[in-house]
Nanobody
Framework: QVQLVESGGGLVQAGGSLRLSCAAS????????MGWFRQAPGLEREFVTT????????YYAESVKGRFTVSRNNIKNTMYLQMNTLKPEDTAVYYC???????????????????WGQGTQVTVSS
């Protein structure tokens, strides 16, 4: 079975940093886009970032530009999200996603992603 497993979430003070990981198993995503989405309690799920197959192309939500950096290691079949200068409004469950259909593309549309992780909680205190 294909699995995406997020890790690295936790509690951090405002201004601090966290590094999330998303480890994929069951298939390779080395030619496919991946992405991060997040959802806070009572709010809609929102796009955070996406990265193409090689890692050379990335896109970010305006709210995280300059603070978050997405990367991937296709040898390890793993994607990362480095989060710096965290704010209380970054508090959410962060979900890793991957696509088996888009191949050499990127997407900000959650409907384009058919594999999802279980989520990891990020809490930023003020």
């Amino acid at each position: 079975q294909v699995q995406l497993v997020e890790s690295g979430g936790g509690l951090v003070q405002a201004g601090g940093s966290l590094r999330l990981s998303c480890a994929a198993s069951g298939r390779t995503f080395s030619t496919s886009p991946m992405g991060w989405f997040r959802q806070a309690p009572g709010l809609e799920r929102e796009f955070v970032t996406t990265i193409n197959w090689s890692g050379a192309t990335t896109y970010y939500a305006e709210s995280v530009k300059g603070r978050f950096t997405v990367s991937r290691n296709n040898i390890k079949n793993t994607m990362y999200l480095q989060m710096n200068t965290l704010k209380p409004e970054d508090t959410a469950v962060y979900y890793c996603a991957a696509s088996s259909t888009l191949r050499f593309r990127t997407s900000m549309n959650p409907d384009d992603y058919d594999y999802w992780g279980q989520g990891t909680q990020v809490t930023v205190s003020s």
